[in-house]
């Protein structure tokens, strides 16, 4: 269904590991609605509400501990 | 219940990785309303908002965290 | 106050490992609400509601986090 | 300001870890919300919604993951 | 901008820990409204909320599962 | 699309760990809605809402398990 998207979880330094946090969190959205045209006509809705604004960082939160873990936290 | 749908938390990539929470996070909707036609039903009152899509892919990256253990990332 | 319902958090197959995670997360709700006329009363409202749909598939995959780790991923 | 309530995480069974996870869930309100009045009459509004009880199996859920880990899974 | 109140993870039993986490979800709070008359004014509110009170026994898990592998379970 | 902001996940001590996840989170929130006069319109609505408070300090907590692990604890 997809094209390949995700090669890695291992990135250069923690902020591109976060990017790929953000990366992750949109594919999950996709994933469960992947017309573009929809997404775009909901993303003012989105992008203007706190309360799913901070929904979004928690899932990106997730994400990033999966992330930070598999690259050993950039130690 | 339920066939057998879940032989192994392991992947080959970390795509088919992320997929597989995909499958998860389905089959446990699925577990708790059972009746496909009621999921095809209320499919349309999901996928057109934002926080449910946010939450939806908050259930991924739960899900990823488990099978991103289980491949010991894809190192 | 409840027989003696969780003897072990291992299982057989990854499968049997996510239906018991679906039991850890019915438990929890019954310990909160033990009347069983009461449970089954709110079950419709429950089960056609994409947003409670959604937030029953979370627990059970933070429940299924913890009975993987215990199966050391069923490796 | 409280008693000693929690000597320890370990528990000699997975059910009675289930049952210390749901403790510390409780705890949890009370250390925010310390009357006892105010609590029981909250009681019915939140046994009865399935959305709070779903809320409450994932705060016992998150519990349950600490206290199954301190005891090595009970392996 | 704050003062130092965060020294140490490390507690002397698991119910300090879990005190430590109240006080970690708290601070989480005042981080981002600093003004404790606003925080006053709007405690009523919080805790008579069945809802509101189980959210914060949720943020009181998560730091307390931090807390707690800081300190090896208290072993 | 953004500068360097993130260099490491190392802190000097825990305080500087929980506000390094406090810069985690509100990054979150930013890369979603990256327009600084939104994000200053949204405070007062998100500042004075204790739901949205906890579900900030959730956040916080989530990122705060990441750093906390990266720096082993502090110990």
């Given amino acids: 269904m997809e094209d390949q998207w995700l090669k890695s979880l291992i990135t250069k330094t923690p902020q591109e590991g976060f990017e790929l946090a953000i990366t992750l969190s ?3 959205v ?3 609605q992947p017309d573009p045209e929809v997404l775009k006509k909901l993303r003012p809705e989105y992008a203007n509400d706190p309360e799913k ?3 979004a960082s928690h899932v990106i939160a ?3 501990q999966t992330i930070a873990a598999a690259n050993n936290y950039w130690k």
């Fill in 53 to 55: 604004l901070t929904a």
């Fill in 30 to 32: 996709r994933y469960t």
């Fill in 62 to 64: 997730v994400n990033f």
């Fill in 26 to 28: 949109r594919k999950g």
